[in-house]
């Protein structure tokens, strides 16, 4: 079985979004839209659920509502990025209040952008891959530099020293992983479900095989292998 998914737009799994709406109508455009835009999109209708959600889901980004029952898009925003593990993930909070000073309030809660509804669909989108340019820069289309190594995502091209690498597709989105965050250890279920998706079901074993074929093929100039095994916790790159 081939795990390769041909024809992405995207490097890597989509970047995922998650949108905590409690109005359906609106979770329904918005999600619509994200999926019209090659997102995978997960979605909670309270804050509640957000918070509870969040550490299963990983998403890339999140669109948080301001008015939500029970604990507000503003706690929930708050919470966040009081954790380390969901600190650095952008959070644009989305509100019909347009005063300044709520404005102000939820920046100083965190948030990392905010948007006024009713909004337009294509500020928005331009909005959540300005977050992403940050956070997960291969998702869309920068162009990466580790060492000797550089990663084109627009062109899929990646070089060594100048002379242009041989990779597999699946190898070049765990090369586009591991260079969005160079030195970070990451364990075989995370690159699943990053560079396979959550939908494809594949063994972790299939991690390894990969792993492999990468290391063989960012070597096949000569160079010492700059991807690190963590024993009992994964691999990072350098
Ligand atoms: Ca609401």
């Not at 019909?96 to 294509?122: C, F, N, Q």
């Not at 250890?185 to 492999?212: A, C, F, M, N, P």
Request: a negative charge; proline letters at 5%.
């Amino acid at each position: 079985m081939s795990a390769d998914r041909q024809g992405d737009s995207m490097t890597g799994a989509a970047p995922r979004v998650m949108v905590v709406e409690d109005e359906p109508s609106q979770r329904e455009v918005l999600t619509y839209n994200l999926e019209a835009e090659g997102f995978d999109v997960c979605s909670a209708e309270t804050g509640d659920e957000a918070l509870l959600r969040v550490d299963e889901e990983a998403p890339d980004i999140i669109l948080l509502d301001w008015m939500l029952p029970g604990v507000s898009g503003i706690e929930v925003c708050r919470r966040l990025k009081m954790r380390a593990e969901t600190r650095a993930t952008p959070i644009i909070m989305l509100s019909a209040r347009s005063e300044e000073v709520d404005k102000v309030r939820g920046l100083e809660t965190g948030a990392d952008d905010y948007i006024v509804k009713p909004y337009s669909v294509i500020e928005l989108m331009a909005r959540v891959r300005a977050q992403l340019r940050r956070s997960r820069p291969a998702s869309v289309g920068q162009r990466l530099e580790f060492a000797d190594f550089v990663l084109d995502s627009e062109t899929h091209r990646v070089t060594r020293g100048d002379k242009p690498l041989k990779l597999g597709p699946t190898e070049f989105r765990l090369l586009s992983t591991f260079m969005e965050k160079p030195g970070r250890v990451w364990s075989r279920e995370q690159l699943l479900d990053r560079v396979w998706g959550r939908d494809i079901y594949v063994d972790t074993r299939t991690v390894d095989v990969h792993i492999g074929r990468l290391r063989k093929a960012l070597c096949q100039h000569g160079g010492d292998d700059p991807l690190r095994t963590v024993r009992g916790a994964g691999y990072a790159l350098g």
